[in-house]
């Protein structure tokens, strides 16, 4: 190849911007089924029009079948779109195209894979889902947090609803579980399924600010669940932050917190 001048900036290169994103393969989430104990990973593929994959890690092989692709765009930032329950797989799916957004949560049942993937909540583009928690007990409910913009344009953010939901996946029905605070994240049950923790939020704060965790308990009945008695477990609005709740028995909750002015 012989030489050539250029100003700074110019020079042909036969490196292109796709070459460079086309086989960067993101890994985005990793996800352990709490019953079998398989591990599985989502993968970002450029190639694939984006599309983001859940693969079993240790058989190395895709279980999310194109074109579904496990993504969310909850507070705008997205994550938490999957889980995997004693060998099903719940996913909020991005159509990949913003003009037909889809946003409903599917299952897939690896135990059955001529079940396919299913539906599991009603046809409702405007509703957004994320951070998926299944009931030990009821495994059929679960909870997640839903971004409703039924009402909101892009002048009237201020009417988007946030919510924390439960889905019964027998019935593809939603309800709402409580929904007083402008955010919501990470709900959890407890080993037992009798009580549930989750974080909420209040504008003007960030989650990292204000963030309050909760927990109640957890009313069964025919198949279905209520919570009742909402306990503050720490956190306060505009002072201190708690986060992250997580059980490590049916009695003692762990989260981080900044009241000492450091996150611990």
């Known amino acids: 190849m012989s030489n050539k001048t250029a ?10 911007f796709d070459t460079v994103v086309s086989d960067n393969i993101v890994f985005d989430d990793v996800l352990v089924d709490p019953i079998t104990k398989l591990v599985y990973h989502l993968e970002e593929r450029p190639m ?58 599917y299952a897939i049942d690896l135990k059955n894979e001529a079940s396919g993937v299913r539906r599991v909540t009603p046809v409702n583009p405007k509703g957004r889902y994320a951070n998926f928690a299944v009931h030990p007990k009821e495994t059929h409910l679960l909870v997640t ?69 909760y927990v109640a308990d957890v009313v069964t009945s025919d198949g279905a669940i209520g919570i009742s008695n909402h306990v503050l477990v720490a956190g306060e609005k505009k002072k201190v932050s708690a986060t992250f709740p997580a059980w490590i028995n049916d009695t003692t909750l762990l989260y981080t917190s900044d009241g000492d002015h450091a996150v611990n």
């Open 7 to 16: 100003p700074y900036g110019t020079w042909d290169s036969p490196i292109t």
């Open 48 to 105: 694939d029009h984006g599309r983001c994959v859940i693969v079993d890690a240790h058989a190395k092989l895709d279980v999310l079948p194109s074109p579904y692709s496990a993504r969310d765009f909850v507070h705008d930032y997205g994550g938490a779109p999957s889980i995997v329950y004693d060998g099903i797989v719940y996913f909020s799916n991005d159509s990949g195209d913003v003009t037909k957004p889809d946003n409903s949560i």
């Open 145 to 213: 947090i839903r971004e409703d913009y039924t009402n909101a344009t892009e002048e009237t953010q201020q009417n988007v609803v946030n919510t924390l939901c439960i889905v019964d996946t027998k019935k593809a029905t939603v309800g709402i579980l409580t929904h007083d605070a402008d955010f919501y994240a990470s709900p959890v049950f407890d080993p037992s399924g009798t009580k549930i923790a989750w974080q909420e939020w209040y504008l003007l704060d960030m989650p990292w600010e204000g963030g309050i965790v």
